[in-house]
């Protein structure tokens, strides 16, 4: 071993501390890494392996009622592959020992055997058998929630009709990997089912004898997909075909893809955060490292030693620190990597997946924390290696003393000699005041950052479902109904109010964009449904033009007062010209609002409606539910309290879980940047700290010249921290912004609070660590040195 070996051994015992700090700040940006594309990585390898081994289908198109005969003419369509026709029915339950509705949907399968595509995995018991008009699989999910196994029974309502069904089997599915229902955006698993009968038999039940509702097809190798859809829509649209959408418009898939996008933002952005304040924190320490040993740096180049050889000493020690964070982070990242495996699989239904941390992250995540480490050295160490060996060895000019500015603008009294001492040593040294202001501002920036999230997704949620969402029930009815049911409904018990609503499915196109949604026709002045501005105040909808969500105006590319092109993909399937009237701000979801009487108009129908939003007292719930089982134009129930429940779980056990963890790394850089500037202001200080000993002063006045400065810059950084805290959290609030959800940016006096309390805490534990370092201050050590 070299001397030189032997010295980066001693100095990195004699920093370890230093040196440990700044390893978990590498840690913490390595782990967000490892642990966003290792999620990646398992869903997306989860994904493609189902869709391929089970044939998800790549096209799917929904219509009124089409003939089995017309198959032949879709498959003879260029660049058609396989084509599957299903029949798909809403189903409402009744499990024994759950008094809830539930709700589901029913596809069928070809008679005893399985589908060309979308295929299932049976993992218990088997498929319908031939002929049986009484036997069913059901989702696993649904299964597990309500302990069924093969040969228990339920009871289906179909088409307003009572079934009593045996299940055959559990089974997976790659169209519903994600079960959510369609109008929810959480699965809730007690609450929806999915099940697959015969293809007769449902036929039969739902009155689709012959027929189909909804057909599914891969495309060729080479084909153009626009021209298969616009082919497969002029076939179906005399049959009230909606429009063939692709996987980005399936609910599961897209659930699964906005997870990706999510994950892959997050991978991005946070770890970038992080090692840019470790690379800057590096910087900063080596550079005064390197300072406190210009002498030894002076004897080392004068017994031989070359620019070259010191540069890889230091550069070896900032090495060996990013190594250690870097391994740390890496263990971290899989450790938590293989928790949250578990609660993907509650939400994700793969038949498995397995979270492994993937070799080419390893590299990346290596290779960026050494580039990193580059960034906040080379300077540093170049500097240092580059003085002739003379220049070294002295010691550095003595600085002139003058009261700055700020001194002189506070009464002497007030101020005191320590005061003096304190402002006077910062003026001296105003760059590395800077730099320490700024590394504890970075920290308080990303407390900041982790407590925004926490602020935002409980602001998030009650926007939605205090303001936006104000009803108790969601009824769905199997097709369009006359407004007159919603006098019937104000006649069940418990009932408060009802408000109806008309849903279309429908394409918004302005210029060369295109969103496919549907117009959702409500009253004017819809109160158990609002209609929310920027300030969160209820609109009504005017008589003429379009309402829309701010987020869907922007991907249109639309502002208020141009006109769009609406397609409706039901009924006449007319185009009609509309304004936007208006954009309204709601965190969850897109939508297109207007009048429903204008809704009717441009459908060419009378007052119709396609369900209802109720306010219950929940005193009647249970009678409630038990009047709505008997109505046979009911196709779904859906509570928005238990619709809540869900969000507010997946968001606790998700957003939430990734929010505290980030305020705990963010806690722990801003305990490792205090820490850090605080030795090294120690070690640059302590020959002045000794000799006030020496002239008299007391430890405890010495130790408030230290722990002074320690302060002032802490309180400095705070207000800056703020600032760089709402930078990162707007950067964040429009990374995670998708079409299901927008954390809103919502800046609270709580997160504010958050950010300030964490340095604030990180300071004093720093501080008394440095009264205990004080107290065993070498004197005589420290005051040995060239004059």
Known sequence: MTALHRKLFRDLWRLKGQALAIAVVIASGVMTLILSVTTVEALSRSQQRFYASHHFAELFADVKRAPLGRLERVQAIEGVNLVEPTVRAPVRL??????DPVRGLLISL?????????????????????????????????????????????????????????????????????????????????????????????????????????????????????????????????????????????QSHRFIEEELAQQRAQATILPTIFLVVSAFLLNVLMGRIIQTQREQIAVLKAFGYGDGELARHFAQLAGLIVLLGWALGVGLGAWAATGLAGLYAEYFRFPE????????????????????????????????????????????????????????????????????????????????????????????????MGAYQLSAVDRMLDLQYRLVLRMDVELTFNEATPLRAVGELHHQPGVLAVEAWRRVPATLIHGHREYRTSLLGMDERPRLRQLLDAGQRPQSLPREGLVMTRHLAEILGARVGDTLEVAIMEGHRQRVALPLAAVVDEPIGVGAYLQRDALNALMREGPAISGAWLLVDPERTHDLNAALRDMPRVAAIGLLADAESGIRDYMDETLMVFALVFVALAASIAFGVVYNNARIAFAERARELATLQVLGYHRAEVARILLGEIALITLLAIPLGWAIGIGFSVLLSQAFSSDLIRIPLVLTPRAFGIAAAGVLAASLVVALLVIRRLGRLDMIRVLKAVE
């Open 110 to 250: 070809p008679d005893g055997r399985q589908p060309m595509l979308n295929r299932l995995q049976l993992l218990r018991g088997s498929l319908p058998e031939a002929g049986r008009d009484d036997q069913a699989v059901v989702s696993d999910a649904f299964a597990d929630a309500h302990g069924l196994d093969p040969g228990d029974r339920l009871e289906a309502i179909i088409d307003g009709r009572l079934t009593r069904l045996t299940i055959s089997g559990i089974a997976l599915s790659p169209e519903h990997l994600y079960q959510a229902a369609p109008t929810d955006l959480m699965p809730d698993y007690r609450r929806y089912a999915i099940l697959w009968m015969n293809q007769r038999a449902l036929a039969n039940a739902y009155g689709m004898e012959g027929a189909f509702n909804r057909i599914a097809l891969t495309l060729q190798a080479g084909a153009d997909r626009d021209d298969v859809i616009d082919a497969l829509d002029l076939e179906l649209a005399r049959y009230g075909g909606t429009g063939a959408q692709t996987r980005h418009d399936q």
């Open 94 to 99: 009744t499990v024994d020992g759950f008094d």
């Open 353 to 448: 997946m397995t979270f492994r941390v993937p070799a080419w992250a390893l590299a990346l995540s290596l290779l960026v924390v050494v580039l990193s480490a580059l960034a906040g050295t080379w300077r540093a160490v170049w500097r240092a290696v580059g003085r002739p060996p003379a220049e070294a060895m002295r010691p550095p000019a003595p600085q002139r003393f003058r009261r700055s500015w700020l001194e002189r603008s506070i009464p002497a009294p007030l101020l005191g000699v320590e005061g003096r001492i304190i402002l006077r040593h910062l003026a001296r040294h105003p760059a590395k005041a800077g730099l320490s202001v700024a590394g504890i501002a970075l920290s308080c920036g990303l407390l900041m």
